[in-house]
């Protein structure tokens, strides 16, 4: 059971990121879910910058799931090259749209159960499409920042050498408001690039210090 010392720091935490980040949402490009889905499996180890830079080029030539799922895999391959790890993700993709056309009329599915069927779809990456396309908060989506800054924040229970995204959603989940859920991610992803940084967070500049058992800490 959540206490109510921590629901009062949670409580806190999320006044303090919405003075500072109110307008928080993804920064992906996309206009359609399919177009999110792929940006999402793209973002992969690369930043958003760069999936925006080829996604705009892309989504013009492959629009849809349909036309995704005819493009030959060494196309897209030299399509997508420089988000890196490109074979595999051009495998995923391709194999994806085709599931997505076979068993969803082209459409991207709605639920967690669905989605993580499809080639390069986990957990984080389904919750990137419920939540924020279709408005659904099912999960909490767990990056890089945010697990850090959870942890920091002490938000979740789990160890800080066991950065486990499962047991940090887990934890997330109990201790935020539902409703809270897909804003969180976007806040604090936004957060963790401005200014909680892995290795040199700028703690004397953060909204969130004084609510920060880890504030002044400096990790190397």
Request: aromatic content about 6%.
């Amino acid at each position: 059971m959540v206490t109510k010392a921590a629901k009062r720091h949670v409580s806190r935490v999320l006044r303090a990121l919405r003075r500072d980040y109110s307008d928080a949402e993804c920064a992906l490009h996309y206009e359609t879910p399919v177009q999110l889905l792929v940006a999402t499996i793209l973002s992969a180890q690369c930043t958003d910058k760069r999936v925006n830079l080829v996604t705009r080029v892309l989504f013009r030539k492959y629009p849809t799931a349909a036309h995704l799922a005819r493009v030959p895999l060494s196309r897209l391959e030299k399509d997508i090259q420089s988000t890196g790890f490109f074979r595999n993700k051009a495998k995923n993709l391709i194999a994806m749209a085709q599931l997505v056309v076979l068993n969803h009329a082209g459409e991207i599915p709605r639920t967690m159960a669905e989605l993580v069927l499809l080639p390069g779809v986990a957990r984080k990456t389904a919750n990137v499409i419920l939540g924020t396309f279709f408005g659904k908060n099912v999960g909490v989506v767990v990056d890089t920042h945010v697990g850090r800054i959870s942890t920091r924040l002490d938000l979740t229970w789990t160890s800080k050498d066991t950065k486990d995204a499962v047991k940090i959603e887990k934890d997330l989940m109990e201790v935020l408001p539902r409703k809270d859920w897909t804003y969180f991610s976007h806040a604090v992803i936004l957060h963790g690039r401005e200014t909680c940084s892995a290795r040199k967070p700028r703690c004397d500049d953060c909204t969130l210090a004084r609510y920060c058992p880890s504030a002044g800490e400096i990790e190397v």
